[in-house]
Nanobody, 113 residues
Framework: QEQVVESGGGLVQSGGSLKLTCAGSGFVLSDEIMTWHRQTPGKAREWVATLAPGGATFYTDSVKGRFTASRDDDKNTLYLEMSSLKPEDTAVYYC???????WGQGTQVTVSS
């Protein structure tokens, strides 16, 4: 059964960094297009980043140059390294296999000003 578990969120000051982790099971992460999304209360979930099987990455404009998606194939794990964090990055972050309907519980990122 497919499952993703996000972790690594926390409280950080503006300008700080965090590295999120998404542990996958029930599928081979490196064979899949993997995506990161985020959501704040009252707003729709927003796409943040995509990591393709070949390693290509794509980012929403607001995080370009600050966020980096990567993966560890041996650990079947996806990462999102976030730097120069801003208060507007505050959200619950989720990962998802492209085309799947499965979501994890998310991990809360809070950036204080």
């Amino acid at each position: 059964q497919e499952q993703v578990v996000e972790s690594g969120g926390g409280l950080v000051q503006s300008g700080g960094s965090l590295k999120l982790t998404c542990a996958g099971s029930g599928f081979v992460l490196s064979d899949e297009i993997m995506t990161w999304h985020r959501q704040t209360p009252g707003k729709a979930r927003e796409w943040v980043a995509t990591l393709a099987p070949g390693g290509a990455t794509f980012y929403t404009d607001s995080v370009k140059g600050r966020f980096t998606a990567s993966r560890d194939d041996d650990k079947n794990t996806l990462y999102l390294e976030m730097s120069s964090l801003k208060p507007e990055d505050t959200a619950v972050y989720y990962c998802q296999r492209f085309g799947s309907t499965t979501w994890g519980q998310g991990t809360q990122v809070t950036v204080s000003s």
